[in-house]
């Protein structure tokens, strides 16, 4: 390979002579001809629990965030890994784990980082050169940045991920520098949190189903001044909430909204929202009349702002 | 699927080099080239990018191995990381793959990176052909006349041949064609206008697009 930038045409023909497709045969039923009785029920075993956790994770029922975190789940994850002691570890399974329910995350974090074989530099660096990001939730890469950041000194790769993601974040139109303004808008906060308050946030717009915190979310965005993130947020879950007929968990939401926090745009979106079932949402007509008693506190009650919103 | 590479001992010993430099620099210039508002088109412009992070040696040895990578993905339509891990098996030893470990995902994302992505592109559209030429010479012969009973020279004929040696997906191959003078004079007279075609057509197509657009083969110098 002499230098390819005298002789494209000399590299483009090398190309073709040395880089082979290999076509290996790629039967499934393989394994079960070359493993040992033993190993192929592990394997069987392992399928089973990793089916079973993204399974329910992918099921469009508003409580599957409530199953991903269930201690019967997380047994059976932490089970899969002490059984794994013979297998590298691959990361595909955290796409289904949720930062939505964080003490459930932590325990999963936790765990990992009592496998000290699973957690060393030269781990990382295999995992995250040999796993494909591309075909992961922005989300779930952002929570490995949080499980690995502590090491981030030792693992070049590992700010170039973060790079990649507030790429990626850039081109779904959610944030520019989402990472820098958590960073100034919670100077305090450890480099950890703020990833995981990231990974929240994203989650509640790439979710397909309604997230728990959607409104914190909302209310984080609309601080850094992500209004288009925040109205997003607002719509699209109330919507999920809608479509999956979770009027209850609605009601839930509205009672929950911190309409102190929040700002104008936040309010009037929630009021907006919800304004199709407002008959069946008891808490609205409480939060209605907080929005008002605030945004009167505040000074920016303009004459019509709330009308056709009670 | 799982790809295999085979690279040869030169190639090897390029990617041994890129073991070798400075993670952390590398690092910077993945972000770098991520960030580049404006991608190049010629692999020239792209290694001075490099340069801007690198040293010239590490800058020469990186590029020639991550365009194959790329090119490499493209072809064979395989991920980055299925491409970053199959040269991992390329090395034998394993002190050698876990110094690939600590560099392959800051070339797998360089795999991905615009600016790869684009050069590359460039790169096997100019030469996405069934035959490519390798080699065009003209060989001028002198043919002597003898008389009838061979001993004596009467005069000679200058004559030329062109020589076209090529590559397709089957090997090499060569051709010979006579030529004369006019034909000679008509290949100069296309050639240079030719020329004059592909830089009217990437000048205008530049200006009225603002899009990067090179002419296959050409090098930076020729692009100023």
């Known amino acids: ?310 | 699927m799982p790809i295999k590479v085979k690279p040869d001992k030169d190639q090897l010993a390029q990617l041994r080099h890129c073991t070798r430099i400075d993670a952390s620099k590398l690092a910077d210039l993945v972000i770098h080239l991520s960030d580049l508002a404006k991608p190049p088109l010629i692999a020239d412009q792209l290694l001075t990018e490099i340069k801007s992070k690198l040293s010239s040696e590490d800058a020469e040895a990186l590029l020639p191995p991550v365009l194959s990578m790329s090119m490499i993905a493209r072809s064979s339509e395989s991920k980055s990381t299925e491409v970053v891990k199959a040269f991992r098996n390329a090395f034998e030893s394993p002190e050698e793959q876990e110094a690939w470990d600590k560099i392959a995902g800051l070339i797998q994302v360089l795999i991905d990176a615009p600016a790869i992505r684009l050069v590359t592109k460039a790169m096997q559209l100019s030469y996405d052909y069934a035959n490519l030429l390798r080699k065009a010479n003209i060989v001028t012969d002198l043919r002597p006349l003898f008389d009838d009973s061979g001993t004596v020279v009467e005069g000679g004929v200058v004559t030329h041949t062109l020589r076209i040696a090529y590559q397709s997906d089957d090997g090499g191959h060569d051709l010979s064609l006579a030529i004369d003078l006019k034909d000679v004079q008509k290949l100069q007279e296309q050639c240079e206008r030719a020329i004059k075609k592909g830089t009217s057509i990437r000048d205008e197509f530049s200006q009225s697009t603002n899009k990067p657009c090179m002419i296959s083969g050409e090098s930076e110098s020729h692009n100023e």
């Open chain 1, 1 to 310: 390979m002499s230098s390819v930038a005298l002789d494209p045409r000399g590299l483009v023909v090398q190309v073709r002579e040395n880089a082979e497709r290999a076509y290996l045969d790629y039967d499934s039923n393989d394994w079960y001809r070359s493993t040992a009785r033993q190993a192929r029920f592990g394997e069987q075993s392992t399928s089973r629990a990793t089916m079973g956790l993204c399974d329910e994770q992918k099921s469009s029922s508003g409580i599957a965030a409530e199953q991903v975190a269930s201690p019967t789940i997380w047994n059976r994850v932490a089970h899969w890994f002490r059984g794994r002691t013979e297998k590298p570890l691959t990361l595909d399974e955290f796409q289904s784990v949720s930062p939505n329910d964080v003490q459930a995350f932590d325990q999963f974090v936790t765990f990992l980082r009592q496998q000290e074989s699973c957690n060393s530099v030269e781990d990382w660096n295999k995992k995250l050169a040999y796993t494909d990001f591309d075909s992961w939730p922005v989300k779930s890469t952002i929570l490995i940045l949080a499980i690995s950041c502590d090491k981030q000194d030792d693992i070049p790769v590992w700010r170039v991920q973060l790079n990649r993601c507030r790429k990626n974040l850039q081109s779904l139109g959610i944030h520019n520098n989402l990472f820098e303004s958590l960073r100034n808008q919670y100077p305090a906060d450890s480099q950890h949190s703020l990833l995981l308050k990231a990974a929240r946030m994203v989650d509640a717009l790439e979710t397909q189903v309604a997230t728990d915190d959607y409104l914190d979310s909302a209310i984080a965005f609309e601080q850094l001044n992500e209004v288009r993130s925040a109205l997003a947020c607002v719509y699209r879950n109330a919507r999920y909430r809608l479509r999956d007929g979770q009027i209850k968990e609605l009601d839930s939401d509205v009672r929950g909204f911190e309409f102190s926090e929040a700002k104008v745009d936040t309010m009037l979106a929630i009021l907006t929202a919800t304004a199709p079932v407002k008959r069946n949402l008891a808490s609205r007509s409480t939060l209605y009349a907080n929005i008002q008693r605030t945004l009167k506190k505040r000074g920016q009650l303009e004459r019509g702002l709330l009308d056709g919103l009670q």
